[in-house]
């Protein structure tokens, strides 16, 4: 037993080693990643490291990097699962090392280093992220190493994919995590092994408790990798449905014990401050009021509140908050996060490949619940010829890639994405800050059409992308660094 706990320990550490050929490019990544983070850093620090403040609107407020959430410095600041608990069950619990890191600088030198130690980690899950990556189109795809530097170079050219690195949301955590299990994956089909229970456990536990979506992704993954077997009922028992009763019974505790007496501390401040305000109302009006009977004047003053209840109501209904959201298909806990009237057509061309890819100048990273419109639209015609060649060699390596049995398995969990965005809406006025979850599928599919090609057709393929990369790279750094200054 502990040998062989030794030699499966052995082998997932072995997994994170550097190869060879991948020291230098995975050098640069991290060179890059780790000054764009400097910059990210830069723009909020002064406010960000002093200690003993309000935490949770000094974050929230000041942090305004498209419709990200800084709810990671919170948590690394005062420990508590402040995300929303149903969609992130187990994120909290993976920062808490993190938060007494913090604790222990704050204790230590008065500074709070949330910032900086979650830049280190995003550099960290930047650079893995990309061997990983790089792995698939290299040990998978069975590319050329230059075709697979190229590639996966090409990937961290796009905009929302350098930007899930520098921000403290969960998506770059996410983007590691789906691609390393698709990595995992694929060796597995290679050497025509099966997961096991205890490896479907573990890769659950973190890609579901980091987003509980991402946990049908990994039993995608291990259905193309078991096949039927799956099915069996020892292994569907304790493999699938074992691990989502126990997550969701924790998300239950969890929101009973955290979340529940938050929702009703403030329900219950909201309903005093409207009593008092209510009563201030009436103290105002009765005062002035030429009226003299106590029933008249309790009537009259009715008749006033609702006309205020209305006015604020249109008023909120007009706020970027309300009216970029789209209306929702239902009103149950999952159902309000859908958006059935946000035009599908528009998203794909300006929030799903546009935006992730290429950086839009108006209304640069600004927020769509605090202003930007759902739809921005590039300026320049060049912007949609790039994304037109982008999309156009992703739908011939969708073709060409598939009939092979990995591509499946990686199209079927961005098919899942797709259904819950574009199908029931989710998230769709910012898909964009989705990119983690999917944006990888471009340089598979990438990679299958690379596979395809010969002479002088692949040739023209890497000097068409090699002139995409530098295009991308430049167009985007400019503008992050317009923003972040």
């Known amino acids: 037993m502990i040998k062989t706990i030794k030699n ?3 082998k997932f550490l072995n997994t994170f080693r550097i190869k060879k050929e991948e020291r230098l490019p995975a050098l640069v990544i991290t060179l890059l990643t780790a ?40 948590v690394l600041t005062e420990w508590e699962p402040k995300y929303e608990i149903y969609r992130h ?58 075709d697979s530097l190229l590639i996966s170079f090409f990937t961290y050219s796009f905009g929302y994919v350098m930007l899930t690195f520098m921000v403290p949301d969960h998506f ?27 490896q479907t456990w573990l890769i659950f536990f973190f890609t579901a408790g980091t987003t509980l979506s991402n946990g049908i992704k990994v039993f995608i993954d291990a259905f193309f990798v078991n096949g039927r077997n799956l099915f069996r009922p020892k292994y569907f028992l304790l493999g699938v449905i074992t691990p989502c009763l126990l997550i ?43 009226l003299k009977d106590s029933t008249a004047i309790a009537k009259a003053f009715d008749r006033k ?70 739809v921005v639209r590039y300026n320049n015609a060049l912007n949609y010829i790039v994304e ?7 739908l011939a390596g969708i073709i060409i890639g598939c009939r092979q049995r990995f591509f499946l398995m990686a199209l ?24 983690g979850h999917w944006i990888f599928i471009i340089p598979i599919a990438y990679g299958y059409l690379f596979s395809r090609m010969k002479g002088m057709k692949l040739g023209s393929l890497r000097a068409l992308l090699l002139t995409l990369m530098c295009f991308l790279f430049a167009y985007n750094i400019t503008l992050f660094v317009r923003f972040f200054q």
Request: charged share 20%; aromatic share 14%.
């Open 35 to 74: 000054a764009l983070n400097v910059l990210a850093v830069s723009k909020f620090h002064a406010a960000f490291c002093k200690t003993h403040q309000a935490i949770w609107g000094l974050f929230v407020n000041k942090y305004t990097v498209s419709g990200f959430d800084p709810i990671t410095y919170c």
């Open 305 to 374: 509140m609702r006309r205020i209840i209305h006015a604020k109501y249109v008023a909120d209904h007009k706020q970027p908050w309300h009216t970029h959201k789209g209306k929702p298909m239902g009103d149950s806990k999952f159902m309000k996060w859908t958006d059935e009237t946000t035009s599908r057509t528009d998203a794909l061309v300006e929030n799903i490949f546009g935006e992730p890819i290429q950086l839009h100048k108006k209304h640069l990273l600004e927020d769509v619940l605090r202003g930007r419109p759902v």
């Open 89 to 146: 069950p187990l994120l909290a619990y993976f920062e808490y090392p993190l938060y007494l890191l913090n604790y222990a600088i704050v204790q230590l030198l008065d500074y709070n280093a949330a910032q900086v130690i979650i830049a280190v980690i995003l550099v960290f899950l930047a650079c893995y992220t990309w061997i990983f990556l790089y792995r698939i189109l290299r040990e998978i795809i069975a590319l050329s190493r230059i």
């Open 388 to 394: 037109g060649f982008i999309v156009v060699l992703f």
């Open 248 to 290: 969701w019974c924790f998300a239950e505790w969890e929101h009973e014990a955290y979340a529940a007496p938050r929702e009703r501390a403030s329900l219950s401040k909201r309903i005093k401050k409207g009593k008092e305000e209510r009563a201030k109302h009436f103290k105002t009006f009765r005062d002035t009021t030429s």
């Open 172 to 198: 770059a955590l996410s983007m590691f995590m789906l691609v390393t299990c698709l990595y995992v994956c694929g060796k597995a089909m290679q050497k025509g092994r099966q997961l096991k229970i205890w």
């Open 8 to 10: 499966t320990t052995g």
């Open 412 to 435: 079927s969990g961005v098919a899942f994405d797709a259904a819950i965005h574009l199908g029931l809406g989710f998230g769709l006025n910012e898909a964009f800050i989705m990119t």
